[in-house]
C-alpha cells in the first residue's frame, strides 16, 4: 500500500538493508508548489434515512450481525438477527 501511495503521488522509496543492522526506508514525496489560500468547508453531512420496516439480518459474523443490527436500529428500522440462512428462512414465515 506504502509503495503504491508513493509511486501515485509521483516519489520514490530508497531501502538500505544490512544483516543483524536492520533496515532504514526513506520516503520521498514531491514538494508542495503552493499552500492552497483558503481552506474549502468540509462537505455538509447528510443526515442518516430513517424508516420503520422490519429487516431480517442474516449473518454468520457475530460482531458484524451485532455492529450492522446495532446501526439499522439506530436508524429506526426493528432488527430481527440470523445468525445463519436456514435460521433465517425458519424467522421469515412467521413475520409475514
Known amino acids: 500500500m506504502v509503495?503504491?501511495?508513493i509511486k501515485q503521488s509521483g516519489g520514490h522509496i530508497d531501502?538500505?538493508?544490512?544483516?543483524?543492522l536492520g533496515s532504514?526506508?526513506?520516503l520521498y514525496l514531491p514538494e508542495v508548489e503552493a499552500v492552497p489560500s483558503s481552506r474549502e468547508s468540509p462537505p455538509e453531512i447528510e443526515p442518516m434515512p430513517?424508516?420503520?420496516e422490519t429487516v431480517l439480518l442474516a449473518?454468520?459474523?457475530t460482531a458484524v450481525?451485532?455492529?450492522?443490527?446495532h446501526v439499522l436500529q439506530t436508524c429506526g428500522y426493528?432488527?430481527?438477527e440470523a445468525?445463519?440462512?436456514?435460521?433465517?428462512?425458519r424467522m421469515a414465515p412467521a413475520r409475514r
Open 3 to 5: 509503495y503504491g501511495f
Open 15 to 20: 531501502l538500505d538493508t544490512q544483516p543483524g
Open 24 to 26: 532504514i526506508f526513506k
Open 50 to 52: 430513517h424508516g420503520q
Open 59 to 61: 449473518e454468520d459474523d
Open 65 to 69: 450481525r451485532a455492529l450492522t443490527s
Open 78 to 80: 426493528t432488527v430481527l
Open 83 to 89: 445468525a445463519h440462512g436456514g435460521e433465517a428462512l
